[in-house]
T-cell receptor, first 114, second 114 residues
């Protein structure tokens, strides 16, 4: 079955540590996205990538980094520079640049900083 | 300015009744797409329905329909015959033809009462 996988589902981190969230898709989608969601809030865009080896900052990119070395993979690193990283992180992908193409989402990763 | 506005933080509906969730949007593009997603307590985002700016008819998908009023820039989601499983957060989103970002509203929490 095609879809998006995110791992791990729950992640605990000590303050000052970097941590990498995995996102893999086998939908052959071109564009991939990372969102952050805080309790009771909407989705805020962190980074997105339209093609391999290219990505753009979203609204809240500070303290985060990404890479897109393969079409199917878009890992997100939460660095120690991110002051309040505890949140729910969602990865998404979409087929192309047509306005008709909806986003498909992974199951999410809940990150907690201890 | 907010691209997507959802003014109802929480809604209640009796089981088997219909409910309308409001969404207004702001864009200067002529070509855009509008999406609704459901987010149950588990966290995954489930695509429900799509409406294109040039679509002449309102979109329908099973019990979901979209009341699209282009002149008012509104795209309200109508859920007919509500079920207990409809209790979730609902997000409205937009994608403009001129970009690859999706803009999400802050969501509406729907509770279906038995």
């Amino acid at each position: 079955d095609g879809g998006i996988t995110q791992s791990p589902k729950y992640l605990f981190r000590k303050e000052g540590q970097n941590v990498t969230l995995s996102c893999e898709q086998n939908l052959n989608h071109d564009a991939m996205y990372w969102y952050r969601q805080d309790p009771g809030q909407g989705l805020r865009l962190i980074y997105y990538s339209q093609i391999v080896n290219d990505f753009q900052k979203g609204d809240i990119a500070e303290g985060y980094s990404v890479s897109r070395e393969k079409k199917e993979s878009f890992p997100l690193t939460v660095t120690s520079a991110q002051k309040n990283p505890t949140a729910f992180y969602l990865c998404a992908s979409t087929l192309g640049d047509s306005r008709r193409n909806e986003q498909f989402f992974g199951p999410g990763t809940r990150l907690t900083v201890l | 300015a907010q691209k997507i506005t959802q003014t109802q933080p929480g809604m209640f509906v009796q089981e088997k009744e219909a409910v309308t969730l409001d969404c207004t949007y702001d864009t200067s593009d002529q070509s855009y797409g509008l999406f609704w997603y459901k987010q149950p307590s588990s966290g995954e985002m489930i695509f429900l329905i799509y409406q294109g700016s040039y679509d002449e008819q309102n979109a329908t998908e099973g019990r979901y329909s979209l009341n699209f009023q282009k002149a008012r820039k509104s795209a309200n989601l109508v859920i007919s015959a509500s079920q207990l499983g409809d209790s979730a957060m609902y997000f409205c989103a937009m994608r403009e033809d001129t970009g690859n970002q999706f803009y999400f509203g802050t969501g509406t929490s729907l509770t279906v009462i038995p």
